[in-house]
């Protein structure tokens, strides 16, 4: 099945940083989506984003389907932005949704 | 926006008995509901896939007679976790699409202990 890599497993900010987070898939993709755990389990619906780039506030999202990636962009950070970030796929012949293992952010005051 | 909603949030059983989580699209039909089950400090493992008004298709490994899924209307489905025993405890999220372009919309997810 497909492989969905997720860098960096970890990452710590301060308050008002800006990061970067990435998801590399090994197949054809036509779904991608980018999700929020937040500390209390609840998945938040950031992007749907199978390809181009997508701006919502102080997040955006790059998916270059061609190269297989794409890229979680988080601006001026806020303590509320602290969570496990997942991206999750789906090939173009299936029809389930494949989670990477996430990235666990955590943002400092 | 596509609401989907998760009861219990969070539920205490004993070993033995059999506990059910329901998982409702609320402004939309849901053809396809998926449950997950997720482990502290890990990815989503995806249990199996439901089609309204079709049997569940299970991934390997999970026991279709201990997590019952019923997807009975296009806006409900039910999972069943019969017999519970401790190592059943995890955090299980549902979720639902409208059709196969649509993107996936997760409902709040029940913690389940089994005592």
């Known amino acids: 099945g497909i492989q969905v890599e997720q860098s960096p497993p970890d990452l710590i900010l301060q308050e008002g940083a800006n990061s970067t987070l990435r998801c590399n898939f090994s197949?054809?993709?036509?779904?991608l989506q980018w999700f929020h755990q937040n500390p209390w389990g609840q998945l938040i619906n950031l992007f749907y984003i199978p390809s181009g780039t997508k701006q919502n506030g102080r997040l955006s999202a790059t998916t270059v389907a061609t190269e297989r990636y794409s890229l979680l962009y988080i601006s001026s950070s806020q303590t509320t932005d602290s969570g496990v970030y997942f991206c999750?796929?789906?090939?173009?012949?299936?029809?389930?949704?494949?989670f990477g293992e996430g990235t666990q952010l955590t943002v400092n005051p | 926006g596509a609401v989907v909603s998760q009861h219990p949030s969070w539920v205490i059983c004993k070993s033995g008995t059999s506990v059910k989580i329901e998982c409702r699209s609320l402004d939309f039909q849901a053809t396809t509901m998926f449950w997950y089950r997720q482990f502290p400090k890990q990815s989503l493992m995806l249990m199996a896939t439901s089609n309204e008004g079709s049997k569940a298709t299970y991934e390997q490994g999970v026991e279709k007679d201990k997590f019952l899924i019923n997807h009975a209307s296009l806006t409900l489905s039910t999972l069943t976790v019969t017999s519970a025993h401790p190592e059943d405890s995890s955090f299980y999220i549902c979720?639902?699409?409208?059709?196969?372009?649509?993107?996936?919309?997760f409902g709040n997810g029940t913690r389940l202990t089994v005592t």
């Open positions: 197949d054809s993709v036509n779904n």
């Open positions: 979720s639902a699409r409208e059709d196969s372009n649509s993107p996936l919309h």
């Open positions: 999750a796929v789906r090939v173009t012949s299936g029809s389930r949704l494949t």
